[in-house]
Each structure stands twice: as structure tokens, then as C-alpha cells.
């Protein structure tokens, strides 16, 4: 256990998550203090500073500084944190008056700081903290002392918007990160460096998947092989779907101002969103495809006998992203949301999330992945009332706790018009991407007055649920792509197997037998280039071709094929037949392995 200083300024002991998180607070301030150091001039004035928060993989500290930083100016900061590490210098936290504060700060020339304390509530306390010369606005928590944060790195250096707002000024972020011990830093900076191997982006280069261009930021370009693995994961998802008895609609894209202002994102989500006009009236391009699903609900009355009736959309979806939020494909401005909506009593709630679950499992089992669970609860720009809130979140609480399923509960991130249970998958070198989600609505069926007739005979509202289990076609991609570091498992690779004829005499056998190999549905290529065997090997292991089979004056006489597995330095000796078998068992399985 460790002893932090909370918010209140009393001391606490604590270990894990929390320790962390507020050892790489005080990291961001060490950093504050070392630019301060470093490039403010005499009286520090020539640095602004705005925010130091910590994040889930570090820290940061947003700077206004004239001086442009570069990655080489990373070294002389971490070098002057590490002398201020060295002085363990206390933290030691006050508190003054707001009229205090301002004065202190504007004296200061901390223009940020000073807006942050005007937009501060009338009788908000406002707490600092203080070490050694240095002293910033700040509510908490704080590690003792300085000396406790010996095992930190500075990662890079991005541009910022002041709060975020394109049209405020751009301000230079660094990134550092922070753990309790070397040990651990050493694993994360390892972790990190074959991250950058697997990077999407340059993998979906090299291996011809996908591509963006200037002409559409954040709208990628799918190519032959990209739209291959897209649609092998889209005939699982059908195959799957079908199973759990869901069923297949399509809607619009462009829908009337009307529907969404009805549904509430006119008001809630309107910043997201790309507008046009149709004949003089406001219409938009659908951020999300829930409206679409209800009217579809509302085209004739239903019983309870019909519920819950489960409907499934593969919709393609726009928001408008930032430019500086873009990142490759996990942050576009299209993608195609697999996306189903469920409509039951309130009786059939827990069975569906318990199903909804059950599906989620197979399908991320079926690519090695595994999970963790977050509840997350009511945000502040949220619809209706606290009773409907409070019976949605305890539906789906209850669901979890009767499951069994562990989860932690992040409090205030629900969709503005109900809570939801968002799934954390872990790829292969440990890192969590939020992919699917499970999410209770009780008010958009208010909202479009859906209704079905009860056991009673009378008019009842259903409840709905929204749920996605890729999230994003195109990001489940970026993930898969990293995640098995471009070598596909044989479902769905682009190329399976790849025909490397030694001469020209070996051709004719090669394109025969890919022809056989594509009657089949296997997806093969012949690699008839006038190059050396050994540099076709190279290119088909490069491209991460599952099965690589040299053709030669044995393999036309006796039909016995040199297999070599992708990664492997040898080849396997297998009969033409037994090879065929062997890759439609694979296939048919989905095996993750060749």
C-alpha cells in the first residue's frame, strides 16, 4: 500500500489503478515543471500551461510555448524531470479564494489557468499544489513527494486545440507515460514496439487491404483484399445471426430533419452530423441507425406474441470527426455499424442481455479474443427521467450480476438516451479495444410511440435494445490486422495459397491446379514472375500467404506438394487430396491456426 494525497488534502492508502493514476497526475506536473525550468525565461512567463491530466496510458501536458519542440527537445525535458525527481521535493497542497487565485495566476501570466478558474462555479474550492518553485491549479490526487516517480518515459509531441475547440488556438501536447517500477515501463515500451510492427495503417499498405486519400479524410478506400476479409466477416456475422434469430433489414442513409429531431440527436448529437437539403426541407445523413430500425417496428401493429423481435442491419453510418481525431481505421468519418435492435416486454429483458452475451462470446472466441465488461451510467446530456434511468441501469446491472461476468462501472459515459454495457476486447500483446456494446433504451420507444398489444389486451410500450458486436466493420478490421499482425487465419487471409512455379514448364500444373483449388473456393494464386524460387518464397512470406507450395518436375509427376506454413523455415510433403482436405477443415472450423 501506498499513501497519495486526495482531493480533500487528506491522506489515503492506497494500491493498483489508483496509485498509478496518481503517480502519473504528479509525472504531468514534474513535466510542467521542468519546461518551466527549461524554456520560461526568468520569470517562467515565455510557458503557458493549460491541462496535465492523467490518462489511461500516461500522462500529458498541454503547453503554450513560442518555440516550436521537436522529438531531440524530449530529452533535455526528461533529463530535468529526472533532476526533480532526484530532489524529492514535497507536494503540499492550499487553498485560496477565487478573487485569490486570480490574482496569483494572472501574476503569473497563466492566461489558461485563469480562464479555468472564471469558468469554476461561484463556490467552488479551488485547491494547488505545490513543489519546490513550481505550483499549478489543481484538484488532485498527488503521490507525497516527486521521488516517487522514478520509472517514467516522454513519448512524442502532438499539436492540441485549446479544449478541444478547432477554432480556439492550437497548443503543443507531450505525452509521457508512467509505471510503479522499471520493470513495468520496460514490458509497456516493449509492448509498444510491437505495436508499431503491427501498426493497421502500414500493414493495410503492404499488404493492399485499404488506402485514404486526401480527396476523403476519414472515408477509407477498400481494395480487392480488404473487401474479401470484409465480407467473410459479414457472412460469419449472417450465419451467426441467423442462429440467434435475428432478421436482416436495410434503411436509408438520408433521413428528414423530423425523425431527428424526434429522436433527440437533432438536439443532442447535432455537432456529429452531415446535413443536406431535399426539396427546400432540412434532411441529414444518419449518424446512427436506430431511427430507421423504429420505423421499420412501426410499419404495422405487433403482439406479444411477436416478441422479442430481433432485427439485424449492417448500416453505413456517417459522423463528423475532428481532422486531428483520425486515425487510420479506428477513427473514420464513415463505417459500417453491425448494428441490431431488439424489441421485448419488460419481462424478457435480462433473457435477451443474457442471449445478446451469449452471441458476443461466440463470435470473439471464434477470433481468439477475450473480454472485459464496463457498466456505463447516465451522462450529463442525457434524456429523461431519473426513475427511467435508474430501472435501465439496474436491468443491466442485474443481468451482470446474475451472470456472473465481472465489470467495473464507468460512471456518467451511457449514450444520452440510456445506459449500457460496453465490451473491452484484448488482442494478442494485451491492449483493449471497446468493440461491442449492449445498450437498454426505454426512451426512443416514448419518443416514436411504439407500442404492442399485451396478454391483456391492452397497448404497451416495448423495450429496446441497441447492440453492436463488431462496432465498426472497418475498425474490427484495423483490430484483426493488428492483432494477428497481417497473418490472417486461412478463412479469411485474401490469398490462401500461393503457386510458385520453378520454370516456365511448371506453369500449365500451377494454373491447373489453381483452377482446382478455385472450384473449391479456395482463394489461390500463381506466382509465374521470371525470379528465383528463394525471392517468391521471400514475397509470399512477406505478404503472409498461409500456404506457400513450390512447383517443380516431382510435384507434376507424383501430385505430392511441398507445403510451407507461413512463418515456417520448412516445407511438409502432402498429397494433393490430403491437402484439400486438410484446408477445407480449416476453413470450415474457422481454425486460427494453419
Same mark, same amino acid.
Given at each position: 500500500?501506498?499513501?497519495?494525497?486526495?482531493?480533500?488534502?487528506?491522506?489515503?492508502?492506497?494500491?493498483?489503478?489508483?496509485?498509478?493514476?496518481?503517480?502519473?497526475?504528479?509525472?504531468?506536473?514534474?513535466?510542467?515543471?521542468?519546461?518551466?525550468?527549461?524554456?520560461?525565461?526568468?520569470?517562467?512567463?515565455?510557458?503557458?500551461?493549460?491541462?496535465?491530466?492523467?490518462?489511461?496510458? *500516461?500522462?500529458?501536458?498541454?503547453?503554450? =510555448?513560442?518555440?516550436?519542440?521537436?522529438?531531440?527537445?524530449?530529452?533535455?525535458?526528461?533529463?530535468?524531470?529526472?533532476?526533480?525527481?532526484?530532489?524529492?521535493?514535497?507536494?503540499?497542497?492550499?487553498?485560496?479564494?477565487?478573487? &485569490?487565485?486570480?490574482?496569483?495566476?494572472?501574476?503569473?501570466?497563466? $492566461?489558461?489557468?485563469?480562464?479555468?478558474?472564471?469558468?469554476? !462555479?461561484?463556490?467552488?474550492?479551488?485547491?494547488?499544489?505545490?513543489?519546490?518553485?513550481?505550483?499549478?491549479?489543481?484538484?488532485?490526487?498527488?503521490?507525497?513527494?516527486?521521488?516517487?516517480?522514478?520509472?517514467?518515459?516522454?513519448?512524442?509531441?502532438?499539436?492540441?486545440?485549446?479544449?478541444? &475547440?478547432?477554432?480556439?488556438?492550437?497548443?503543443?501536447?507531450?505525452?509521457?507515460?508512467?509505471?510503479?517500477?522499471?520493470? @513495468?515501463?520496460?514490458?509497456? =515500451?516493449?509492448?509498444?514496439?510491437?505495436?508499431?510492427?503491427?501498426?493497421?495503417?502500414?500493414?493495410?499498405?503492404?499488404?493492399?487491404?485499404?488506402?485514404?486519400?486526401?480527396?476523403?479524410?476519414?472515408?477509407?478506400?477498400?481494395?480487392?483484399?480488404?473487401?474479401?476479409?470484409?465480407?467473410?466477416?459479414?457472412?460469419?456475422?449472417?450465419?451467426?445471426?441467423?442462429?440467434?434469430?435475428?432478421?436482416?433489414?436495410?434503411?436509408?442513409?438520408?433521413?428528414?430533419?423530423?425523425?431527428?429531431?424526434?429522436? *433527440?440527436?437533432?438536439?443532442?448529437?447535432?455537432?456529429?452530423?452531415?446535413?443536406?437539403?431535399?426539396?427546400?426541407?432540412?434532411?441529414?445523413?444518419?449518424?446512427?441507425?436506430?431511427?430507421?430500425?423504429? =420505423?421499420?417496428?412501426?410499419?404495422?401493429?405487433?403482439?406479444?406474441?411477436?416478441? !422479442?423481435?430481433?432485427?439485424?442491419?449492417?448500416?453505413?453510418?456517417?459522423?463528423?470527426?475532428?481532422?486531428?481525431?483520425?486515425?487510420?481505421?479506428?477513427?473514420?468519418?464513415?463505417?459500417?455499424?453491425?448494428?441490431?435492435?431488439?424489441?421485448?416486454? !419488460?419481462?424478457?429483458?435480462? *433473457? @435477451?442481455?443474457?442471449?445478446?452475451?451469449?452471441?458476443? &462470446?461466440?463470435?470473439?472466441?471464434?477470433?481468439?479474443?477475450?473480454?472485459?465488461?464496463?457498466?456505463?451510467?447516465?451522462?450529463?446530456?442525457?434524456?429523461?427521467?431519473?426513475?427511467?434511468?435508474?430501472?435501465?441501469?439496474?436491468?443491466?446491472?442485474?443481468?451482470? /450480476? $446474475?451472470?456472473?461476468? @465481472?465489470?467495473?462501472?464507468?460512471?456518467?459515459?451511457?449514450?444520452?438516451?440510456?445506459?449500457?454495457?460496453?465490451?473491452? =476486447?484484448?488482442?494478442?500483446?494485451?491492449?483493449?479495444?471497446?468493440?461491442?456494446?449492449?445498450?437498454?433504451?426505454?426512451?426512443?420507444?416514448?419518443?416514436?410511440?411504439?407500442?404492442?398489444?399485451?396478454?391483456?389486451?391492452?397497448?404497451?410500450?416495448?423495450?429496446?435494445?441497441?447492440?453492436?458486436?463488431?462496432?465498426?466493420?472497418?475498425?474490427?478490421?484495423?483490430?484483426?490486422?493488428?492483432?494477428?499482425? *497481417?497473418?490472417? !487465419?486461412?478463412?479469411?487471409?485474401?490469398?490462401?495459397?500461393?503457386?510458385?512455379?520453378?520454370?516456365?514448364?511448371?506453369? %500449365?500444373?500451377?494454373?491447373?491446379?489453381?483452377?482446382?483449388?478455385?472450384?473449391?473456393?479456395?482463394?489461390?494464386?500463381?506466382?509465374?514472375?521470371? @525470379?528465383?524460387?528463394?525471392?517468391?518464397?521471400? %514475397?509470399?512470406?512477406?505478404?503472409?500467404?498461409?500456404?506457400?507450395?513450390?512447383?517443380?518436375?516431382?510435384?507434376?509427376?507424383?501430385?505430392?506438394?511441398?507445403?510451407?506454413?507461413?512463418?515456417?523455415?520448412?516445407?511438409?510433403?502432402?498429397?494433393? &487430396? /490430403?491437402?484439400?482436405?486438410?484446408?477445407?477443415?480449416?476453413?470450415?472450423?474457422?481454425?486460427?491456426?494453419?
Amino acid at each position: 500500500m501506498e499513501k497519495i494525497i486526495t482531493k480533500d488534502g487528506s491522506l489515503a492508502e492506497v494500491d493498483g489503478a489508483e496509485f498509478l493514476h496518481s503517480l502519473r497526475h504528479t509525472a504531468s506536473h514534474i513535466l510542467a515543471q521542468a519546461v518551466k525550468h527549461l524554456y520560461g525565461g526568468a520569470d517562467g512567463k515565455n510557458v503557458q500551461l493549460a491541462i496535465g491530466p492523467a490518462i489511461d496510458t *500516461g500522462f500529458y501536458y498541454d503547453i503554450d =510555448l513560442e518555440r516550436k519542440l521537436t522529438e531531440e527537445d524530449l530529452a533535455d525535458i526528461e533529463k530535468e524531470m529526472k533532476n526533480i525527481v532526484k530532489q524529492n521535493l514535497k507536494l503540499e497542497r492550499s487553498v485560496l479564494s477565487r478573487e &485569490d487565485a486570480l490574482k496569483k495566476f494572472a501574476a503569473l501570466g497563466e $492566461n489558461y489557468k485563469v480562464e479555468l478558474i472564471t469558468d469554476l !462555479p461561484e463556490d467552488a474550492e479551488i485547491s494547488l499544489f505545490t513543489q519546490g518553485d513550481f505550483t499549478d491549479l489543481c484538484a488532485g490526487p498527488h503521490v507525497q513527494s516527486t521521488g516517487k516517480v522514478k520509472a517514467f518515459k516522454l513519448m512524442s509531441i502532438a499539436g492540441a486545440y485549446w479544449r478541444g &475547440d478547432e477554432h480556439n488556438k492550437m497548443l503543443q501536447r507531450i505525452y509521457g507515460t508512467a509505471f510503479t517500477t522499471k520493470e @513495468e515501463l520496460n514490458e509497456y =515500451l516493449r509492448m509498444l514496439e510491437e505495436a508499431a510492427k503491427r501498426d493497421h495503417r502500414k500493414l493495410g499498405k503492404e499488404l493492399d487491404i485499404f488506402s485514404l486519400h486526401d480527396e476523403g479524410p476519414g472515408f477509407p478506400f477498400f481494395h480487392p483484399n480488404g473487401m474479401i476479409i470484409q465480407n467473410e466477416l459479414l457472412n460469419y456475422w449472417r450465419e451467426v445471426h441467423r442462429r440467434y434469430g435475428y432478421y436482416e433489414i436495410k434503411t436509408p442513409i438520408i433521413l428528414n430533419r423530423k425523425l431527428w429531431e424526434t429522436s *433527440g440527436h437533432w438536439d443532442h448529437y447535432k455537432e456529429n452530423m452531415y446535413f443536406t437539403k431535399i426539396d427546400e426541407e432540412d434532411y441529414a445523413v444518419k449518424p446512427m441507425n436506430c431511427p430507421g430500425a423504429i =420505423l421499420v417496428y412501426n410499419t404495422h401493429p405487433h403482439s406479444y406474441r411477436e416478441l !422479442p423481435l430481433r432485427t439485424a442491419e449492417l448500416g453505413l453510418v456517417h459522423r463528423h470527426e475532428l481532422s486531428g481525431a483520425l486515425h487510420g481505421l479506428f477513427r473514420v468519418r464513415n463505417f459500417t455499424q453491425d448494428d441490431a435492435h431488439i424489441f421485448m416486454t !419488460p419481462e424478457q429483458i435480462e *433473457g @435477451e442481455i443474457q442471449r445478446t452475451i451469449d452471441l458476443f &462470446d461466440e463470435v470473439y472466441k471464434t477470433f481468439g479474443l477475450t473480454y472485459k465488461a464496463e457498466l456505463s451510467t447516465r451522462p450529463e446530456n442525457s434524456m429523461g427521467s431519473d426513475e427511467i434511468w435508474e430501472k435501465a441501469t439496474a436491468a443491466l446491472q442485474r443481468a451482470l /450480476d $446474475n451472470r456472473g461476468l @465481472e465489470y467495473v462501472i464507468n460512471e456518467g459515459d451511457g449514450a444520452f438516451y440510456g445506459p449500457k454495457i460496453d465490451f473491452h =476486447l484484448r488482442d494478442s500483446i494485451g491492449r483493449t479495444w471497446q468493440c461491442g456494446t449492449i445498450q437498454l433504451d426505454m426512451l426512443l420507444p416514448e419518443k416514436f410511440d411504439m407500442t404492442y398489444t399485451g396478454e391483456d389486451g391492452e397497448k404497451h410500450r416495448p423495450i429496446m435494445v441497441h447492440r453492436v458486436v463488431y462496432g465498426s466493420i472497418e475498425r474490427f478490421i484495423g483490430i484483426l490486422i493488428e492483432n494477428f499482425a *497481417g497473418a490472417f !487465419p486461412v478463412w479469411f487471409a485474401p490469398v490462401q495459397i500461393k503457386l510458385l512455379p520453378i520454370t516456365d514448364k511448371h506453369v %500449365d500444373y500451377s494454373r491447373k491446379l489453381c483452377q482446382k483449388f478455385f472450384e473449391l473456393g479456395f482463394r489461390a494464386e500463381v506466382d509465374d514472375r521470371s @525470379e528465383k524460387t528463394g525471392k517468391k518464397i521471400r %514475397d509470399s512470406q512477406v505478404k503472409k500467404i498461409p500456404y506457400t507450395i513450390v512447383i517443380g518436375d516431382k510435384e507434376v509427376e507424383t501430385g505430392v506438394l511441398p507445403v510451407r506454413k507461413h512463418g515456417d523455415k520448412n516445407s511438409y510433403d502432402i498429397s494433393v &487430396d /490430403d491437402f484439400i482436405s486438410y484446408v477445407q477443415k480449416k476453413i470450415s472450423t474457422r481454425d486460427l491456426t494453419y
